[in-house]
């Protein structure tokens, strides 16, 4: 499978975009996907895990209750829409599936050797 996210670009703080994670190559269905992010100088932290069965979905401390996550079965997509931003959200954002087609996000779900299939990041800016 491969991973494409897309819809990054520069917000103002207290604003929102959606971002994509298109895939091509195998069904999402069968893959929990996680999505990452990597600011500048520092290392890649996750943002949110969602399973494709079991309706596992974790989220980040730092996102949680301003980012959802949400999948498109039919165009093999999963958003990540992202609210009331701040500047420190300010990254680059990827998406990974699970590593051997796991379609469960792990309780320890930010381990990213757990992650394969990484798309191109996608970059988010949030400055007035």
């Known amino acids: 499978v491969q991973l494409q996210a897309s819809g990054g670009g520069l917000v103002q703080p207290g604003g929102s975009l959606r971002l994509s994670c298109a895939a091509s190559?195998?069904?999402?269905?069968?893959?929990?996907i996680g999505w990452f992010r990597q600011a500048a100088g520092k290392e890649r932290e996750g943002v949110s895990c969602?399973?494709?069965?079991?309706?596992?979905?974790y989220y980040g401390d730092s996102v949680r209750g301003r980012f959802t996550v949400s999948r498109d079965e039919a165009n093999n997509t999963v958003y990540l829409q992202m609210n009331s931003l701040k500047p420190e959200d300010t990254a680059v954002y990827f998406c990974?599936?699970?590593?051997?087609?796991?379609?469960?996000?792990?309780?320890?779900?930010?381990?990213?050797?757990?992650?394969?299939?990484w798309g191109q990041g996608t970059l988010v800016t949030v400055s007035s």
């Open positions: 990974a599936t699970r590593a051997n087609r796991s379609p469960r996000c792990k309780s320890k779900w930010t381990l990213l050797a757990d992650y394969a299939n």
């Open positions: 969602t399973s494709s069965m079991d309706g596992g979905l």
């Open positions: 190559g195998d069904s999402l269905d069968y893959y929990a």
